[in-house]
């Protein structure tokens, strides 16, 4: 699985930004896509992760009912919509695919694409 992120930037507080994940191999749809962030002199951080299909979704409790997660089935890429942002969500955000157990349970993917960065000024 290859994963390439994109749609970083520098935002005020409030704004919103939509970030990326071009998902692409033969065995992609058997995998759970996430998205995680790391913050400067931080650990990495899940934040969002949904199914090929869809049906199962889930978010870190920081981001819950600010962020979406989404994917556009044609383009096999994968988005995470960021709104209402607080300089606390600033980080280098990496998207992964793996098992749901591996994103979700044990935030452990195998698969990672290159990190974005988002900044959010007060």
């Known amino acids: 699985v290859q994963l390439q992120a994109s749609g970083g930037g520098l935002v005020q507080a409030g704004a919103s930004l939509r970030l990326s994940c071009a998902a692409s191999?033969?065995?992609?749809?058997?995998?759970?896509l996430g998205w995680f962030r790391q913050a400067t002199g931080k650990g990495r951080e899940f934040v969002a992760a949904?199914?090929?299909?869809?049906?199962?979704?889930y978010y870190a409790d920081s981001v819950k009912g600010r962020f979406t997660i989404s994917r556009e089935n044609a383009k096999n890429t994968m988005y995470l919509q960021m709104d209402s942002l607080t300089p606390e969500d600033t980080a280098v955000y990496y998207c992964a695919a793996d098992t749901w157990h591996r994103v979700v349970v044990t935030t452990a993917p195998d698969y990672w694409g290159q990190g974005t960065q988002v900044t959010v000024s007060s």
């Open positions: 949904r199914t090929w299909s869809g049906s199962s979704i």
């Open positions: 191999g033969r065995t992609v749809s058997r995998y759970t």
